[in-house]
């Protein structure tokens, strides 16, 4: 695909001149210790590579990636407990219908699509710092009204808002599961509190959190943030860093205003002219492969049980 590449003047050979320089000059080790269990402590600074020349990450892979859910496997699991559900209220004599899936047109194309804040010159022209449409949030489906025994067969309470009773009661002959058939439904999916009750395991959560938020005060993307910083100012615009960029209270008006739109589009111009996105995108995906060497056994266990459960919920849906 090709990009679009602004004409780089001397000071910006200079500034990525720097950044190449601390990307080659990064490369303490990490220790070798090993972990009594899992932990997302960041041992040393990852060294790296020149990073590569990325103007959009959203084709994209990060090293945590294997270890998420992707959006179809969320999907799959999503249709599998609504069978399951239904399936197990059925055997109480209840007939019952899970809620709709939330529309997913507004889904992102991949979990790196404007993870950097990468934009395009035609997106920041139209919409500046604003929202395209289709992209705004859609809100979930309100929860049908039950009655109290269908609550009580459902979440194993009959409490209004209860969603993991102690179940245990009698319905027409049959013991309630404990945590109902949503319970019952999430044990079978392997949905526990360590997966986040059914999303991505916490380890991975937190690696991938962990290497973002250490990324943004690594010195090798904050050297790059100064280059993009100066390239801003060449143009008129005086901002720390592309994150500050978006806290500008100008850019809470209800449409976009002709100065979003300018500030924008130089913001898409120098973020390419300094290669923001791909020393970041490099930056953070040495802090996730190191995360993931230390809990290397915790991680494939994690693999593991994600298979297993999209297993489950094959199964279950190929069941109707």
Known sequence: MTHYRPTVTPAARVALAGVVALLAAACTSTTSEESEGPSTQVKG????????????????????????????????LERAESVLVSRCMARFGIQYQAPPQIPTGNRPRSRTDRRYLESTAARAQANGYHAAEGDQPTAAPAPPQVSDATRMVLTGSAAAGAKNGQGGQDYNGATVPKGGCVGETKDKLGANPANNNGGDAQLARDIDATARERSKTDDRVLAVFRSWSECMKSKGYDYADPIKVL??????????????????????????????????????????TQLIEQNAPALAQVRKDNEDRLRTAAQALAAG
């Open 247 to 288: 806290d500008d209270p100008r850019w809470t008006s209800p449409t976009p205003t002709d100065v979003e739109r300018a500030t924008a589009v130089a913001d898409v111009a120098c973020k390419e002219q300094t290669n923001v996105v791909g020393v970041w995108f490099t930056v953070e995906a040495a802090y996730e």
């Open 45 to 76: 600074v990852p060294p790296v590579s020149a990073a590569p020349t990325i103007a959009s990450a959203a084709d994209k892979a990060l090293p945590i990636d294997p270890y998420l859910l992707g959006f179809e496997q969320r999907d799959q």
